[in-house]
């Protein structure tokens, strides 16, 4: 359900850092919206040198950039709680500044995403939702 894409700049993640920052995306959007840890997926990338440009200039500082696609329906206070708990892991586990993590959460309406073949719930309806797949991917997800 929701979609984070983590891309870096002038950085390199370890493996292990890419696992941890999946986990802190993964487990602050469970502590905060609810939502089952299995809807969570985080994708990673990294800008080549000289491809990062703030303000026209070419960005040679660290950064960690978050662009997470959520669906809409909650609060204030819940999204800016999510982006508060991933920045404060995200900075810990690339030591960095939080002046060089930005985060951005996108809401789209649940009726204009499908996954696993169905449209998506509305926020607070994922049990019953879960239950319409079929038991295989149910096992699969919850591993």
Do not use: C
């Not at 959460?105 to 073949?117: K, N, S, V, W, Y």
């Amino acid at each position: 359900m929701p979609t984070y894409t983590v891309t870096v700049a002038n950085l390199s993640l370890s493996p292990q850092q890419k696992s941890q920052i999946a986990e802190a995306i993964t487990a602050a959007h469970n502590a905060q919206t609810g939502a089952p840890r299995f809807f969570a997926q985080v994708l990673f990338s990294a800008a080549s040198a000289g491809d990062h440009f703030v303000g026209g200039r070419v960005n040679t500082a660290p950064q960690v950039y978050v662009h997470g696609l959520v669906r809409e329906g909650r609060s204030i206070e819940i999204k800016q709680a999510l982006m508060s708990q991933m920045l404060e892991e995200i900075t810990q586990i690339v030591e960095i500044t939080a002046e060089d993590v930005w985060i951005y959460l996108q809401d789209i309406p649940a009726t204009q995403m499908i996954e696993f073949g169905r449209f998506l719930p509305a926020p607070g309806e994922e049990a019953v939702w879960e239950k319409g797949m079929s038991s295989e991917k149910r096992a699969s997800l919850n591993k």
